[in-house]
Nanobody, 128 residues
Framework: QVQLVESGGGLVQAGGSLRLSCTAS??????????MGWFRQAPGKEREFVGGVNKSGVRKDYADSVKGRFIASRDNTKNTVYLQMNNLKPEDTAVYYC???????????????????WGQGTQVTVSS
């Protein structure tokens, strides 16, 4: 069982930055056994993959819409994954979720169905 708690959301002007954090409480497996993903869901839209990081933190993947602006990272000593969001745009407004997948077949899964555990989400609002 894994519990994920996101933090760091808020209201920011377009062009600004935010850093989201997601801290995991793990029991059966070490945090370093989990690939971690970030997803978001805007009102009236499907939840979509934003970015993710593999178990070690070396490999990362991003949605095209955020490449060059968002950076995913992790600190396995703190059981925490981060999403640094720069040059934010109004279309980035959404609830952001972190997700965990234990020992995935691929380094960074991008489909939400793959993930085993989810956080409660944190709201990010970007004003124009």
């Amino acid at each position: 069982q894994v519990q994920l708690v996101e933090s760091g959301g808020g209201l920011v002007q377009a062009g600004g930055s935010l850093r989201l954090s997601c801290t995991a409480s793990v029991r059966t497996f070490s945090f370093s056994n989990y690939a971690m993903g970030w997803f978001r869901q805007a009102p009236g839209k499907e939840r979509e993959f934003v970015g993710g990081v593999n178990k070690s933190g070396v490999r990362k993947d991003y949605a095209d819409s955020v490449k060059g602006r968002f950076i995913a990272s992790r600190d396995n000593t703190k059981n925490t994954v981060y999403l640094q969001m720069n040059n934010l745009k109004p279309e980035d407004t959404a609830v952001y979720y972190c997700a965990a997948k234990v020992n995935p077949r691929i380094a960074v899964p991008t489909t939400q169905q793959t993930y085993d555990y989810w956080g409660q989400g944190t709201q990010v609002t970007v004003s124009s």
